[in-house]
């Protein structure tokens, strides 16, 4: 199975998720905020579009599903019931979505919504996480109608998966994310590194993702909230009540809110 994974860019910064299968000239696109460039790629391609997935209900994700329903009316829509779309599978937390006979798991991820789930797509054996907004590389999602709570929850769970899964946000948040994770790491090396990479990709117009779990694991912040260096940070900033890992992560929220 040959599947290719390409990011068509939409909005300033939205990445449109596309699986590709080379064989049959077939494509799966994930949260479709505009249908213009969808579109545009797939004609340039001479793809077929065959299934959306989406992750979540926000404008910027779902935008352009009905005009693509309309486009490819053989499309295979895939959604929560609380997308806000008009989905042909329901899907909830531990239903299987298939890719050409590959098979994607749906995780439940809420925090930055109340019905944010995350597609882990297996090839191969290696996993392929469409995380949508919950991680971003070097990041999180903001808190919109999940609760911080759940975020904390569903980072433990995307930290689950396996050193060498991909993650692929839909937004392109890298750099800002850096600069902000050094102000609470200043020595972090990994950090550093990752951000000079990220400019000189983006210098390039090219994507710093996707990015490894193990990446993430040195460079987010997000997922460090038990490290001491990270405790140390958040305390030079904020007044923390205890040094639990949910209450740090919650004090990094708020605090990137403001940076
Ligand atoms: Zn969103």
Known sequence: MSIRIHPIKAFNDNYIWTLINENNKQAIVIDPGQAAPVIAYLEENELELTSIWTTHHHHDHIGG????????????????????????????????????????????VPGHTA??????????????????????????????TGTIEQLHDSFKRLDSLSDET?????HEYTASNLRFGLSIEPTNEAMEQALVQTENKTAQGLPSLPVTLEHERAVNVFLRAQEPNVIAGVKSKIDIADEKSLTVFAALRELKNNF
Not at 94 to 108: I, L, P, Y
Not at 127 to 137: N, V
Not at 166 to 170: E, Q
């Open 65 to 108: 599903v009905a005009e693509l329903q309309e486009s490819y009316p053989m499309t295979h829509l895939v959604a929560h019931t609380e997308h806000n779309v008009d989905e042909d599978q329901t899907i909830k937390d531990g239903s299987t979505v298939s890719a050409w006979g590959c098979a994607a798991q749906v995780w439940e």
């Open 115 to 144: 019905s944010h789930v995350a597609y882990i797509l297996d090839i191969e054996g290696r996993h392929y996480c469409f995380c949508g907004d919950t991680l971003f590389s070097a990041g999180c999602g903001r808190v919109f």
């Open 166 to 170: 991909l993650l692929y946000p839909a």
